[in-house]
């Protein structure tokens, strides 16, 4: 079981191959500044754009690095290939999963509960994801409660719905994870387990500080910039800025961050 700040690690590329000495770096970089949670291969870490292998690689690079507390993600279209991904849980000793929703193929109710039923049969601590502006599909909470019977099912990460949000955080034996950066205040207040974050990867001692709720007078302003293209293009473009990344490229239909973006990293990082 993980809890606290979870760090969703973005995966750093050069000329379209995986450069795993950024990634070691960013890991180092998290370690020095008091994260030593991970969750690898989510939205962040642009994990539908990977190869299998690369997923692989991509893991055993962070286990490589003494991450005892990895997440691995999660996410296909089909419940074959989400059960071919698990495999990789298995292959490296990780304990805990988080589950996306099925995307594209406009699942229906009992599909849902039958695709995250045989996944959570596969014997790993399994969370749930929630994002419905990416997959299309909104978790409902009586499809979730549904979910929630079974003994391996122990938490969501939610990115949609505040109303929601509430409603998990007063389940017994059932872990809520915020899973906007913006909203994380709001989440540690009404008792959320953790949160899983994008911006750590840039400012992990400050997403610390938020967790911890301490005065951190930047954080609003910090993911008003980061996300103001969709995520992960300005989190690359600012590890980059600070020498954590040796590139800010994306992986294609993704891009590289715009010349608006890249003038309010600049005037953020003159005001910080």
Same mark, same amino acid.
């Given at each position: 079981?993980?809890? /606290? &700040?979870?760090?969703?690690?973005?995966?750093? %590329?050069?000329?379209?191959?995986?450069?795993?000495?950024?990634?070691? !770096?960013?890991?180092? *970089?998290?370690k020095?500044? /008091?994260?030593?949670?991970?969750? &690898?291969?989510?939205?962040?870490?642009e994990?539908?754009?990977? #190869?299998?292998?690369?997923?692989?690689?991509?893991? !055993?690079? =962070?286990?490589?690095? $003494?991450?005892?507390?990895?997440?691995?993600?999660?996410?296909?279209?089909?419940?074959?290939?989400? +059960?071919?991904?698990?495999?990789?849980?298995?292959?490296?000793?990780?304990?805990?999963?988080?589950?996306?929703?099925? %995307?594209?193929?406009?699942?229906? @109710?009992? $599909?849902?509960?039958?695709?995250?039923?045989?996944?959570?049969?596969?014997? %790993?601590?399994?969370? +749930?994801?929630?994002v419905?502006? !990416?997959? /299309? *599909?909104?978790?409902?909470?009586?499809?979730?409660?549904?979910?929630?019977?079974?003994?391996?099912?122990?938490?969501?990460?939610?990115?949609?719905?505040?109303?929601?949000?509430?409603?998990?955080?007063?389940?017994?034996? %059932?872990?809520?994870?915020?899973g906007?950066?913006?909203?994380?205040?709001?989440?540690?207040?009404?008792?959320? @387990?953790?949160? =899983?974050?994008?911006?750590?990867?840039? *400012?992990?001692?400050?997403?610390?500080?938020?967790?911890?709720?301490?005065?951190e007078?930047?954080?609003?302003?910090?993911?008003?910039?980061?996300?103001?293209?969709?995520?992960?293009?300005?989190?690359k473009?600012?590890?980059?800025r600070?020498?954590?990344?040796?590139?800010?490229?994306?992986? #294609?239909?993704?891009? @590289?961050?715009?010349?608006?973006?890249?003038?309010? &990293?600049?005037? *953020?990082?003159?005001?910080?």
């Open positions: 079981m993980v809890e /606290g &700040v979870i760090c969703a690690l973005a995966t750093p %590329f050069l000329k379209d191959k995986v450069h795993f000495d950024s990634l070691v !770096r960013l890991v180092e *970089f998290q020095a500044n /008091g994260v030593d949670n991970f969750l &690898v291969c989510g939205t962040t870490g994990a539908p754009l990977l #190869t299998e292998k690369e997923k692989e690689d991509v893991l !055993r690079c =962070v286990k490589d690095c $003494g991450c005892k507390n990895a997440v691995l993600g999660i996410e296909s279209p089909s419940t074959w290939g989400a +059960l071919k991904q698990m495999e990789l849980a298995s292959k490296y000793n990780v304990k805990s999963v988080l589950v996306v929703a099925p %995307f594209f193929s406009k699942a229906t @109710k009992e $599909g849902v509960l039958q695709h995250f039923l045989t996944l959570a049969n596969q014997d %790993f601590a399994t969370y +749930l994801y929630n419905p502006q !990416r997959t /299309g *599909f909104d978790l409902e909470v009586n499809v979730v409660k549904e979910l929630a019977k079974h003994k391996n099912v122990v938490g969501i990460k939610e990115s949609g719905s505040i109303k929601n949000a509430l409603e998990y955080a007063s389940w017994q034996n %059932f872990d809520l994870f915020c906007e950066d913006a909203l994380l205040p709001i989440y540690k207040s009404i008792g959320a @387990k953790g949160c =899983v974050s994008a911006l750590c990867n840039v *400012f992990p001692r400050w997403t610390v500080n938020t967790w911890q709720n301490k005065n007078k930047h954080w609003q302003k910090a993911c008003k910039v980061a996300f103001g293209e969709v995520n992960p293009v300005v989190v473009h600012l590890l980059k600070l020498d954590v990344f040796i590139s800010d490229e994306c992986r #294609t239909p993704l891009s @590289k961050a715009n010349s608006t973006s890249v003038k309010a &990293v600049d005037k *953020f990082l003159r005001e910080i």
